[in-house]
């Protein structure tokens, strides 16, 4: 039977310069971009649930449509009546590094734990072994609405289900920075195990290195973790070890956008398979660098195909 991974978070519209007049379309948002890396890099071998909320029209359908051609299930993904996607695009400019414009205030994932609450079957994540969410997942909810998703996750992990967040903190989403700390500091109470990045953790909390950052999180109490800290590789702890990781060098980066949901969903996947901590973010550099290289948050299948997946 196939391990039941669920991932809980936003799918979006992507725009992305093509040509002079053209924009390129596809779906994307961080937490599904890291259930595609992690589907893709376990040669589909698991059972990847995406837990969010779309509307009933075309793009909607498009979009469930594109995660069932990756492997994604959608047991999860509720339909919500006069409600759409939400949309952003991508500029970026001559390093590779991104800035986005959101179109997201109406977005139907926002509602994703009232359709769950209606629904009322908990019976939909029997057998999760594993839920990933992240601060971007967090902050697309209401106050009211997060308590509900912070209830179930304790009575998830009463079943023996592990949790795995990333703060990934954009700021234009929080009414404060201190409301982001603290409800980021209720999910690390929760959490087995922690991607989170250096850059996020410098504005959340202040913490100047990726040694600062990781002594925090061993406070915390958090048995496993990675601090990202871009081109300056990665540390991790786990199992009372502590490792470095050297970032992969890139012949010439492209776009950014989705290198820590790449590297998430790689770490994420080699751990189910059963490589040990540092092994996994090895992989998970190799295949951050190589989704660096290439446009846009999801790498086209047939070029994805290029690179090596796990043993």
């Given at each position: 039977m196939k391990k039941r991974i669920v991932l809980l978070g936003e799918c979006m519209v992507e725009l992305r310069q093509h040509d002079t007049n053209l924009l390129h379309k596809a779906f994307a948002g961080d937490v599904f971009n890291t259930a595609v890396y992690l589907q893709r890099s376990s040669g589909n071998s698991l059972d990847v649930q995406f837990f969010s909320a779309v509307g009933t029209d075309s793009l909607s359908d498009q979009l469930k449509s594109y995660a069932n051609t990756e492997h994604i299930g959608t047991d999860l993904l509720f339909r919500v009546e006069d409600a759409n996607p939400g949309l952003y695009m991508i500029e970026t400019d001559l390093q590779g590094e991104r800035r986005f414009r959101y179109w997201r205030?109406?977005?139907?994932?926002?509602?994703?734990?009232?359709?769950?609450?209606?629904?009322?079957?908990?019976?939909?994540?029997?057998g999760?072994?594993?839920?990933?969410?992240?601060?971007?997942?967090?902050?697309i909810l209401s106050p009211a609405d997060r308590q509900l998703l912070f209830l179930l996750l304790r009575k998830l992990k009463t079943h023996g289900c592990k949790l795995a967040f990333d703060a990934n903190y954009r700021a234009g989403l929080w009414q404060y920075k201190e409301e982001a700390a603290a409800v980021c500091m209720q999910a690390y109470a929760l959490a087995d195990i922690a991607l989170s990045g250096l850059d996020d953790h410098l504005a959340l909390f202040g913490h100047q290195s990726a040694q600062q950052m990781s002594d925090w999180l061993l406070q915390l109490g958090i048995e496993e973790f990675v601090v990202k800290d871009g081109s300056r590789g990665s540390l991790g702890y786990c199992k009372q070890q502590a490792f470095y990781t050297l970032a992969c060098s890139v012949k010439e980066v492209?776009?950014?956008?989705?290198?820590?949901?790449?590297?998430?969903?790689?770490?994420?996947?080699?751990?189910?398979?059963?490589?040990?901590?540092?092994?996994?973010?090895?992989?998970?550099?190799?295949?951050?660098?190589?989704?660096?290289?290439?446009?846009?948050?999801?790498?086209?299948?047939?070029?994805?195909?290029?690179?090596?997946?796990?043993?």
């Amino acid at each position: 039977m196939k391990k039941r991974i669920v991932l809980l978070g936003e799918c979006m519209v992507e725009l992305r310069q093509h040509d002079t007049n053209l924009l390129h379309k596809a779906f994307a948002g961080d937490v599904f971009n890291t259930a595609v890396y992690l589907q893709r890099s376990s040669g589909n071998s698991l059972d990847v649930q995406f837990f969010s909320a779309v509307g009933t029209d075309s793009l909607s359908d498009q979009l469930k449509s594109y995660a069932n051609t990756e492997h994604i299930g959608t047991d999860l993904l509720f339909r919500v009546e006069d409600a759409n996607p939400g949309l952003y695009m991508i500029e970026t400019d001559l390093q590779g590094e991104r800035r986005f414009r959101y179109w997201r205030q109406a977005s139907a994932a926002r509602q994703v734990m009232q359709c769950y609450t209606a629904h009322g079957d908990d019976t939909l994540l029997t057998g999760c072994q594993l839920l990933y969410f992240s601060g971007i997942s967090l902050a697309i909810l209401s106050p009211a609405d997060r308590q509900l998703l912070f209830l179930l996750l304790r009575k998830l992990k009463t079943h023996g289900c592990k949790l795995a967040f990333d703060a990934n903190y954009r700021a234009g989403l929080w009414q404060y920075k201190e409301e982001a700390a603290a409800v980021c500091m209720q999910a690390y109470a929760l959490a087995d195990i922690a991607l989170s990045g250096l850059d996020d953790h410098l504005a959340l909390f202040g913490h100047q290195s990726a040694q600062q950052m990781s002594d925090w999180l061993l406070q915390l109490g958090i048995e496993e973790f990675v601090v990202k800290d871009g081109s300056r590789g990665s540390l991790g702890y786990c199992k009372q070890q502590a490792f470095y990781t050297l970032a992969c060098s890139v012949k010439e980066v492209v776009d950014t956008t989705s290198a820590g949901d790449a590297f998430n969903g790689g770490y994420l996947a080699a751990r189910l398979k059963g490589l040990n901590a540092e092994e996994s973010a090895l992989y998970a550099s190799r295949l951050a660098a190589f989704v660096v290289s290439q446009p846009g948050a999801i790498v086209e299948p047939a070029v994805f195909a290029d690179f090596t997946r796990l043993p």
